[in-house]
């Protein structure tokens, strides 16, 4: 049996999916039992437990010969990283409570970084928490930038007609579709063939800048004149509060921001075969940016 956190999400609902299409015994962990209803239609078992909590994290993962773990956002903490220590506390005791053999771990380029690198130093611990948990084979999936960060963009081109946030334009950056790190995850899980405690990095298609992806998504919208601005970090951290996010979680966007503006959190491995995946921007702003994009229109 594979126990799947966050299943409901981006990169856990693929891999749920996935295993399930290939017959597999899957329960899959959520806080709500409503939103896990889909997959007990397709023979899935389902465990409401909150990450934090370790003791129903232990009975999530009982029995499990391998698990999908990863934290979940939390984007109106009042204390993201407080937070996420407490879901990494409650991953590694259950992992460990539980004898769990093998765990794929959904983890970020930079999170060979102590420090300095915002959301991405919470992962860093999480890896470095299953580090010493003996006879765990882990895999750490250190995944680039995901594509689904544009879809707040919907919002800034609809009130100012241009893309903006605080990466620089031309910076080279490895944006990864969530899609691909589900499926790349799924045949991870279904291989069992990791053992040991392993870092790989998923790029995704190719490295971008926002300036191509503004380009790409000003043709798909029919505004090829669309432009990106780098925005002050003031700005954006008013925009971002304005949102509902915490001043906690706008500052870790801010921090990480300038750690990839530097270069200081940067890809370890030289693009390959095995670090690229399917999606390319292109498909990703035709399939789920475009929908949304004319969704939002329609209903303004
Ligand atoms: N954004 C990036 O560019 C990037 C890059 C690399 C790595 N990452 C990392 O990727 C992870 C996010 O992955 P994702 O996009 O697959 O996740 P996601 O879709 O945002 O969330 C996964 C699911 O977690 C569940 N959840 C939320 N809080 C929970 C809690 N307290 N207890 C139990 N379940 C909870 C939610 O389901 P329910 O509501 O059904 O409970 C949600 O659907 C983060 O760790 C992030 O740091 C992000």
């Known amino acids: 049996m594979y126990a799947i956190t966050g299943a409901t999400g981006n990169t856990g609902s693929v891999i749920a999916a996935k295993l399930l299409g290939r017959g597999e015994k899957v329960r899959v962990i959520g806080r709500h039992a ?4 889909g997959f007990v239609e397709k023979g899935a078992e389902a ?5 934090t ?4 994290l232990t009975r999530a993962f009982a029995g499990a010969k391998s ?3 990863m934290i979940p956002p939390s984007p109106s903490a009042p204390d993201v990283r407080a937070y996420q220590e407490r879901v990494s506390d409650a991953l590694a005791a259950a992992i460990q409570g539980a004898g769990v053999g093998h765990a794929v771990v959904l983890s970020s380029v930079g999170a060979d970084k102590p420090d300095k690198t915002g959301p991405v130093v919470g992962l860093h611990n999480l890896e470095q928490k299953l580090n010493s948990i003996a006879g765990l ?3 750490y999936v250190r995944a680039g930038y995901f594509m689904e960060n544009l879809l707040p963009q919907i919002a800034v081109i609809q009130n100012f007609g241009l893309l903006g946030g605080p990466l620089r334009a031309d910076l080279p950056v490895a944006m990864i579709a969530t899609l691909d790190i589900g499926d790349w995850a799924a045949e991870k899980l279904l291989g069992l063939g990791f053992i040991g405690k392993q870092a790989r990095e998923l790029l995704g298609q190719r490295d971008l800048n926002y300036h191509e992806v503004a380009s790409v998504i000003g043709r798909a919208i029919s505004r090829p004149t669309l432009a990106y601005t780098q925005l002050l970090p003031q700005l954006i951290k008013a925009g971002l509060v304005q949102s ?5 979680m706008a500052d870790l966007i801010l921090e990480m921001s300038e750690a990839l503006n530097s270069g200081y959190m940067a890809p370890l491995e030289p693009r390959s075969a095995q670090n690229t995946t399917n999606t390319s921007i292109e498909t990703f702003v035709a399939q789920e940016f475009v929908p949304r994009f004319t969704g939002k229109a329609a209903e303004g």
Do not use: K, P, T
Not at 47 to 51: G, Q, Y
Not at 53 to 56: E, I, L, M, S, V
């Open 67 to 69: 698990v999908y773990a």
């Open 53 to 56: 909590d370790a003791a129903a």
């Open 137 to 139: 084979n882990a895999l």
């Open 244 to 248: 509902g996010m915490s001043s906690s």
């Open 47 to 51: 465990f409401v437990a909150d990450l």
């Open 34 to 37: 409503n939103r896990l209803e």
